[in-house]
């Protein structure tokens, strides 16, 4: 391909892609491909400038105005900033200044982070603003003043006396952090268009004709510089600049430090990265000014940018590869995760391979398929994820990507509820990948009641391989459990008889502690008493549990995968097998009289405990609760109740003590 045909390629990319970012608020590929592009472009133009034109990207600063604002011409020029993207490349920089200086000596620099936004221009006459300008192409801009009076901190009149009669000054406007996670969580709830990043987030706010939706969004400002003005004595230093501003009502650019020497201006820059993720707006770099202003206007200008200034930009933290295909992980609580296979690439430093695709209904919303390039972004310690595919460059050949049927790890069932972001595999009791949590709420004390086996202790039976599914449990012997890590003979005695004692429960207990989705202790008293024996609620339908009080059809559809289960049955027998049994529920037991009724218990009890009276309220159809409140049917107090008794007392909700208690429970029980 010759070089004038690889050029013309090359800056129609580049307009396509500032065309996509500037004019339709849709980027669709990372900066760092963009400033790639770019840079070979300065390269080539460099090694033949005959192909040189007045109208290739490397002539202007950004992109044209949107016809919807009036426009506005710049009274001096918005330009952009070269870029330095290495050491080497910032040494270069410094050495230029020095040489066109003619001097040996060290040459103070102004640092300040490089914010992720978009440049506006303030113009104040008499001290009141009276005009807001974005960069446009650094000649002529967007009146955006009705949008930008809408961001608090613009000060809409300068509060020092002492401001010039005509002042422009510049900044950037940004999004935080929160605003912008805010934003995208309002667009995903409506299924409307997310915007990529906080930078295009703040643009595509500014450029709403409607400015009452961008007082919505909560926009921020930092000034950075001045432009025209009619003060010749402004300050004398860009340091001065900012602190003048800042008298002036501006809040300025954060984290700005002056510097004697380019080496340290690298300290700030690995500063700054260092804080980079903690940082409550996105930043992308560090910018480097000679301070001195005289000294800046003896260095002059190139055609798009200063002489005295770079930018010296952070890894990126979005990059573009290719998904090369996807595979699902189980994760404890059974819930499966998308996670797309990467060719390798470099993003924020960090050489990338997987990406969380996060669910089924994001890659839907996104359209992304196996074989796609994508953008992969990472910030921090942050999973990398996919934030979208770009669907113009898609092969012929990309495949959909589909929720598989079966576990990956046990081959149970996937369980999918319309309504519902997360597929899950219904195999609670059998799988692999959930076998921990699902022991250790077997074991809890509010479902088997196993004293003395904690986390630590199950993590070394599973990790060990002494126990696989919950039914294991019981075939535990002494030898198995003498060897492990802080058990002695007498402790593992003591679990083994917890383990025996634990095997006489009640249905209510052993239904909760086969950790179905959703089924807490009241839904599975419910079902307990509703249907009396085990059998007969395995074998319910959908519609028939949606019959017992407390189920809907979310409960109801949980309930029937995990029965359904082939695996969770075998467990569920395995477990019967070994002896784990309950007495009996009598069509008599089943009656509620205290069905409707809230009770709150406050205090010490002393012939029951807390436990026992809230499970025979609950075995009388009571509903238990922590709080009072004007719903509440009746508090029971005990000794040294408290605030709760306070709070009955205040809305007149019944108190009875637990002699009380005790008396209503045989009245209703006859």
């Known amino acids: 391909m010759q070089n004038r045909e690889k050029i013309e390629k090359i800056k129609e990319k580049l307009n396509q892609y500032a065309y996509q970012y500037y004019v339709q608020d849709d980027p669709t590929v990372p900066d760092a491909e963009y400033d790639r592009l770019f840079h070979q472009l300065q390269q080539m133009e460099e090694a033949h400038p005959e192909l040189k034109t007045d109208d290739s990207p490397t002539q202007r600063v950004g992109s044209v105005p949107l016809d919807a604002f009036e426009q506005v011409t710049h009274s ?17 920089f410094d050495q230029r200044v020095h040489d066109r200086l003619k001097t040996d000596e060290p040459i103070p620099y102004a640092c300040e982070p490089k914010l992720d936004g978009l440049a506006l221009s ?64 309002e667009a995903r709830k409506k299924n409307e268009k997310m915007f990529a990043n906080p930078r295009n987030a703040a643009a595509g706010s500014l450029r709403q004709l409607d400015s009452s939706i961008v007082a919505k969004r909560q926009l921020g400002f930092y000034a950075y510089d001045v432009g025209e003005h009619s003060d010749e004595s402004f300050a004398p230093t860009h340091s001065a600049v900012l602190a003048r501003l800042q008298t002036l009502g501006f809040p300025v650019v954060p984290r700005a430090k002056s510097v004697d020497t380019i080496q340290a201006c690298i300290h700030v820059y690995d500063e700054l990265l260092k804080h980079r993720d903690s940082l409550p707006y996105e930043i992308d770099g560090v910018v480097y000014k000679v301070d001195d202003i005289a000294l800046q206007q003896k260095l002059g200008f190139i055609s798009r940018a200063p002489r005295w200034a770079i930018a010296h930009k952070f890894p990126a933290q979005e990059e573009l590869t290719v998904l090369e295909s996807v595979d699902f992980q189980v994760g404890r609580t059974g819930a499966l995760t998308p996670v797309a296979r990467l060719q390798p690439v470099l993003v924020g430093g960090v050489t990338v391979s997987n990406a969380t695709l996060h669910n089924m209904d994001e890659i839907n919303r996104k359209d992304i398929r196996v074989g796609d390039k994508v953008i992969i972004r990472r910030a921090g310690d942050v999973i990398p994820e996919v934030v979208s595919s770009i669907i113009a460059d898609r092969p012929g050949d990309a495949k959909l990507i589909v929720l598989p049927k079966q576990c990956p790890v ?50 070394q039976l599973v990790d ?143 012939a029951l405990t807390r436990d026992e009276a809230k499970e025979k309220l609950q075995a009388l159809g009571a509903k238990v609760s922590g709080s009072v409140s004007k719903k509440t049917s009746f508090v029971v107090a005990g000794e040294a109740a408290g605030s709760k008794l306070d709070k009955a007392e205040k809305l007149g909700v019944q108190v009875m003590d637990e002699a009380g208690l005790l008396e209503l429970m045989t009245l209703v029980s006859v």
């Open 464 to 606: 060990k391989k002494l126990i696989q599914h919950v039914d294991d449990l019981y075939r535990l012997k002494l030898e198995d459990l003498i060897h492990l890590e802080r058990m002695a003979e007498k402790s593992a005695q003591k679990v083994l008889k917890a383990l025996e004692k634990s095997k006489a429960t009640t249905l209510p207990r052993f239904l909760f502690a086969l950790g179905i989705r959703e089924v807490g202790e009241a839904t599975a008293r419910s079902l307990a008493l509703h249907y009396g024996a085990l059998d007969a609620v395995m074998k319910a339908d959908v519609d028939a549990l949606q019959t017992v009080s407390d189920v809907g059809p979310i409960v109801a559809q949980h309930a029937v995968a995990f029965f359904k289960e082939p695996h969770n049955q075998s467990t569920i027998q395995a477990l019967q097998d070994l002896g784990v049994h309950w007495p009996a529920i009598e069509v008599s037991q089943a009656h509620q009289p205290l069905a409707g009724k809230t009770v709150v218990l406050t205090g010490t009890l002393t």
């Open 410 to 459: 046990c081959d149970s069932s996937i369980e999918m509820i319309e309504g519902e972001a997360v597929a899950r595999c219904t195999g609670g009791l059998f799988c692999p990948a959930q076998r921990k949590e699902s022991i250790k709420h077997f074991s809890s004390r509010k479902a088997m009641d196993v004293d003395g086996l904690g986390e630590q202790l199950i993590d």
């Open 76 to 92: 001096k020029p918005m330009l952009s900033l070269a870029n330095a993207f290495t050491t080497e490349a910032l040494e270069a």
């Open 122 to 185: 303030l113009l104040y006459e008499k001290g009141v603003l009276v005009r807001a300008a974005t960069r446009g192409d650094g000649q002529v801009g967007e009146n955006v003043t009705l949008n930008v009076k809408t961001i608090k901190a613009v000060p809409l009149r300068l509060r020092d006396a002492g401001f010039p009669e005509v002042l422009e000054v510049r900044g950037e406007a940004y999004m935080p952090k929160a605003s912008f996670e805010r934003l995208n969580n």
